[in-house]
């Protein structure tokens, strides 16, 4: 139990320290932008398809019934609103609405790979992707509304399991619910550039969709014991509270993607330990000596070696390494380039030190104190390059 409660406030303290709330609100801000261009998506599409365009209403009916916690009917009107003036733009016009929509996914794939430190290299295919999920993702979710709106409404299906399971009030009260696992275990396992447990995006999923329903009714009863705010803001009250609960889900969504991050971790010590960075350049060094160059090391494992806890310290000099042509990556793996017999610790040192031993010494030239000083700083330098000029590989 005590080491539960550590790795909790272990996944708190990353939340914060990981400046979530600030990316909640970037998310919110650009969600704001990116809502009217997803609903005019889906009435675009959708009229190619005239026989799906009965359930709109009813599908959007019920979205903002169970996802959007009060004034849902205000906002879905003037949402609605909108879309149906969006619908009369031209291709130009629809095309970067489009692309606010698109922007909102490429932000939170910025948020999502800075909380596994990873750096984002599917630029083209990622903006393809991301394009057709905005086409072709209302007509899916659609799809799978129709299917199941059937399913629940068939007399036939319902006369052999609804007497006996409840299935038609049981799936629909938990249909929501289970739209939300999909979603977020969808976000937490395809969106980071790395490898995920799928069982850890799961679970995460289904956490983060039970403090997501907790924050709903939370939300929903803090409105309606503070009635005050339709005093001040009036007709215009819904919008405030709209970008509340949509920041506040946003919140949500970010720390489960904390929680699922840490969760290799559950069982490990969460203790941080004092090294400098040339500790940790060598240790990096030394567990790709270890591994097969060709398969590459993990970076899960890579990860798991050199603890979660200090991540902030040894990914700047990961980052150093992948700058200077030293190592390469994939979204799973990372790739030694170097041969450690020829590459010694006085050339790490100055990958790691280098711009800090440039500023000791002195440059303003004329002075009584340049002619000086200027050729003993660039003696020490060179004895510190002679003394240090041992293979790596012999180090570590």
Sequence with gaps: ???????????????????????????????????????????VMLTWFPQYTSFIDTFHDFVFQHFVPTSGEALQSYLGGFSQQAKKLTWIGLGILVFSAVSLMLTVEKSFNHIWRVNSQ???KRV???????????????????????LL????????????FHVNQLLFSFLPFIISVVALSAMYFFLPNTNVVFWHALLGGVIGSLV????????????ALSPSYQLIYGAFAVVPLFLMW??????????????VRAMPFVKKELVGEKATQ???????????KECDKKSGLDKEALTKALNLVNIDDWQVVLNLFLVEGWLDESSTHFYLKINLKEKSVAELTEILYGYKLDQFTVIKNGTVWFDVLKPIFRDIRKQKQAVLELPIFDVI
């Design 1 to 43: 139990m005590h080491q539960f409660l550590k790795f909790c406030w272990f996944v708190i303290k990353r939340f914060e320290r990981n400046q979530n709330r600030r990316n909640a609100a970037e998310l919110t801000f650009v969600t704001l932008f990116a809502v009217v261009p997803l609903m005019t998506s889906g009435y």
């Design 122 to 124: 599917r630029a083209g």
């Design 128 to 150: 393809l992707f991301y394009w057709l999920m905005v086409v072709l993702g209302p007509i899916l979710l659609g799809s799978a509304f129709l299917v199941t709106s059937y």
């Design 153 to 164: 409404s068939s007399a036939i299906w319902l006369d052999h399991v609804d007497s006996v």
């Design 212 to 223: 997501l329903e907790l924050c709903k009714s939370g939300f929903v009863s803090l409105v």
């Design 246 to 259: 949509i920041f506040l889900a946003w919140s949500v969504v970010l720390f489960g993607a904390e929680l």
């Design 278 to 288: 040339l500790d940790w350049a060598l240790l990096i060094l030394q567990k790709l």
